[in-house]
């Protein structure tokens, strides 16, 4: 049996192989789910994330959108948080265009999450 050389280096170095969060396979649409290894892919570890240009990532999805209506569609993602875990932002860069901004999303230590739930229950 033959396999490509990049699957044997995916099987030797684990840190090659990108990861899903288990609620992509929720996500509804192919956009969504293209942006969301997109996002996963660039953002990494980096403390500030990183950005892409609106109409570059039109042009790369290879999206039939109008750009407005492609515009319309990324700042509603980014409204709803619609990318599990990952924060999204459109914003103007200095040069007055769209831009997409995402990065990992911080979660709090259990603990804090445990405490803030309980005090919203009403038992602390």
Not at 36 to 62: E, I
Not at 90 to 116: H, T
Request: proline share 4%.
């Amino acid at each position: 049996m033959i396999i490509p050389d990049w699957f044997y280096t995916g099987l030797l170095d684990s840190s090659l192989v990108l990861t899903l969060d288990p609620v992509y396979f929720q996500l509804m649409g192919g956009l969504e789910r293209w942006l969301y290894r997109l996002v996963r892919k660039h953002a990494g570890q980096q403390r500030n994330g990183w950005q892409f240009d609106v109409d570059y990532l039109r042009a790369k999805s290879g999206s039939a959108m109008r750009a407005s209506a492609f515009a319309f569609y990324l700042r509603r993602l980014a409204e709803n948080q619609a990318l599990p875990g990952y924060e999204l932002h459109v914003k103007q860069n200095k040069g007055g265009r769209e831009v997409l901004a995402f990065r990992v999303r911080v979660r709090p230590p259990v603990k804090q999450l445990i405490r803030d739930l309980s005090q919203r229950i009403g038992i602390i």
